[in-house]
């Protein structure tokens, strides 16, 4: 599994990239990407994205 952005619902605001342990996400024109390379599963973005932008797919 990997990390998805829902980029309706992303506001940019950045607390995923500060949170994320593996570094997987940067903001591109003020929208989350996560690099699914380097996403570790962890669920730690789902469950403090303020907006629950991100899901588990």
Do not use: R, W
């Amino acid at each position: 599994m990997v990390a998805v952005v829902n980029k309706d619902k992303c506001t940019g605001c950045g607390t995923c990239v500060d949170i994320c342990p593996a570094a997987a996400i940067e903001l591109d024109n003020d929208k989350a990407v996560v690099d699914a390379s380097a996403c570790v599963d962890c669920e730690t973005c789902v469950d403090e994205c303020p907006e629950s932008a991100i899901h588990m797919e």
